[in-house]
């Protein structure tokens, strides 16, 4: 910074004698800012370099000066400069040279110059416009016009540095937002290694149901459905879940209906299936303490529930449905086992609802399947209809005589083409089987 004796002195001299000081009292009216600046005057003519820094420090702008381009360029570099006075003709380092590595350093291009010249040729202002300069001024300046073209450069640079300030905000909220979704993903990711530990082994169920897929999709990482699977050495358990919601919600339902599932069929040993699913409704009112007035929960689930009873050599599938169906294939015909209109749990279902079997006998080549409405209801890219009930029963005849991997395959394939770019409704889960038979009874 200058020393202020000095200005002191030039300050004094160009008020009493040059009426300055009555000009300063003009300008300030009429162009005056309350928001000081950090101004850099680089001139190597001394006396319009103090010139120019009294005019400037007279509207309260803090003034640092340079002698030469090459002091000029290395202050820039160090310092943080608001708006930049620049002479062209300077020994070492010239104006033409300074404002080139202002404009092309990506440091300092924000940085607004002014040129302060005493070349009046149209060459060398066109050169300094077309080189980045914010505006020209000719020596002898006018302090009115001056003031009127820094006012105008520093609301320029002020606004660049608002925008500054702006995205700084957007990028360090991003970096938190980000954080925070790194920190959800996480969680999320370890949730649904939970959640899918709940499902069967494969290769368990491969041995047990050779001929067989199971399709498993979650909307989100974690999902509201879930498939149940139990084996007996007379038969197994097949059950369909789709609790209430998806994500996160929804997978706290599916812990809800195993640990009941298995509490039902394993420890109380019940295998019947409409008598599963009306104990599995009384659990569930009762964990959510649906039979209080004050609780708040109005959530449920979908249930399908099978059994293959090969016992005594019977050849027999005994479907329980809560608002799940069962398909089945025989002799490439569809057929629909409806289950009761009723689902398991919420606030104003009967809690002693009892629940109805159908039993099925089973014959070679007969396929079986149940799914939970997030296939049926997902909406197709093209014209926005659903899926439906209608392409499923279309689609299950004519697989039904290949492997189920291949089935499995084509039901997806054929799911994924109608559902095209629009996003997954809800969650997906699916059962196909075809139940191995004991040898007839004679």
């Known amino acids: 910074m200058r020393k202020g004796s000095s200005i002191g002195a030039i300050r004094q001299t160009c008020g009493n004698e040059n009426g300055m000081a009555n000009q300063k009292d003009i300008t300030m009216d009429l162009y005056g800012s309350d928001v000081p600046g950090t101004m850099l005057v680089v001139d190597d003519d001394s006396m319009y370099r103090t010139l120019l820094?009294?005019?400037?420090?007279?509207?309260?702008?803090?003034?640092?000066?340079?002698?030469?381009?090459?002091?000029?360029?290395?202050?820039?570099l160090a310092g943080d400069y608001d708006l930049v006075f620049l002479d062209l003709l300077m020994p070492e380092m010239n104006g033409f040279e300074v404002l080139e590595r202002i404009k092309t350093d990506e440091t300092t291009a924000h940085i607004p110059v002014i040129v302060v010249s005493g070349e009046?040729?149209?060459?060398?202002?066109?050169?300094?416009?077309?080189?980045?300069?914010?505006?020209?001024?000719?020596?002898?300046?006018?302090?009115?016009?001056?003031?009127?073209?820094?006012?105008?450069?520093?609301?320029?640079?002020?606004?660049?540095?608002?925008e500054k300030a702006y995205y700084e905000t957007i990028r360090t909220q991003k970096e938190i937002a980000e954080a925070a979704n790194r920190k959800i993903m996480e969680s999320?990711?370890?949730?649904?290694?939970?959640?899918?530990?709940?499902?069967?082994?494969?290769?368990?169920?491969?041995?047990?149901?050779?001929d067989s897929?199971?399709?498993?999709?979650?909307?989100?990482?974690?999902?509201?459905?879930?498939?149940?699977?139990?084996?007996?050495?007379?038969?197994?358990?097949?059950?369909?879940?789709?609790c209430t919601g998806h994500g996160v919600p929804g997978a706290f339902m599916t812990m809800i209906a195993i640990s009941a599932m298995r509490r039902i069929i394993k420890d109380e040993m019940r295998?019947?299936?409409?008598?599963?699913?009306?104990?599995?409704?009384?659990?569930?009112?009762?964990?959510?303490?649906?039979?209080?007035?004050?609780?708040?929960?109005?959530?449920?689930?979908?249930?399908?529930?099978?059994?293959?009873?090969?016992?005594?050599?019977?050849?027999?599938?005994?479907?329980?449905?809560?608002?799940?169906?069962?398909?089945?294939t025989k002799e490439n015909e569809l057929h629909i086992v409806k289950g009761d209109r009723r689902s398991i749990g919420y606030k104003r279902s009967n809690v002693d609802f009892c629940f109805n079997n159908n039993t099925i006998p089973v014959e070679a080549g007969m396929n079986f399947y149940m799914a939970t409405d997030g296939l049926t209801d997902q909406l197709g890219d093209r014209d926005s209809r659903k899926f439906g009930s209608i392409c499923l029963k279309k689609l299950l005849p004519e697989f039904g005589d290949q492997p189920f991997e291949k089935q499995?395959?084509?039901?997806?394939?054929s799911f994924k083409a109608f559902e095209g770019e629009n996003d997954r409704l809800d969650d997906v889960t699916m059962i196909g089987f075809r139940p191995p038979l004991p040898p007839e009874r004679s």
């Not at 202002?125 to 073209?149: M, Q, T, W």
């Open 53 to 76: 820094s009294i005019s400037l420090e007279e509207k309260g702008y803090v003034v640092a000066e340079a002698e030469d381009g090459k002091q000029g360029w290395e202050m820039i």
């Open 120 to 162: 009046e040729d149209m060459d060398s202002i066109v050169r300094c416009i077309e080189s980045g300069a914010a505006d020209y001024l000719n020596k002898p300046f006018d302090p009115v016009i001056l003031h009127a073209r820094v006012n105008a450069s520093l609301a320029t640079k002020r606004l660049y540095d608002q």
């Open 213 to 242: 897929f199971f399709i498993w999709e979650p909307r989100d990482v974690v999902g509201g459905d879930i498939y149940y699977t139990e084996f007996f050495p007379d038969g197994f358990i097949l059950s369909v879940i789709d």
């Open 188 to 210: 999320l990711n370890y949730a649904g290694r939970i959640q899918r530990s709940l499902l069967a082994d494969p290769e368990e169920l491969k041995t047990w149901l050779p």
């Open 408 to 413: 499995k395959k084509l039901l997806c394939d």
């Open 271 to 328: 295998r019947n299936p409409a008598g599963i699913l009306s104990r599995l409704n009384h659990i569930v009112k009762m964990t959510l303490q649906q039979d209080k007035e004050y609780t708040t929960s109005d959530d449920g689930m979908d249930v399908g529930i099978v059994r293959m009873d090969k016992s005594d050599g019977r050849r027999e599938l005994i479907f329980a449905g809560a608002k799940i169906p069962l398909y089945y």
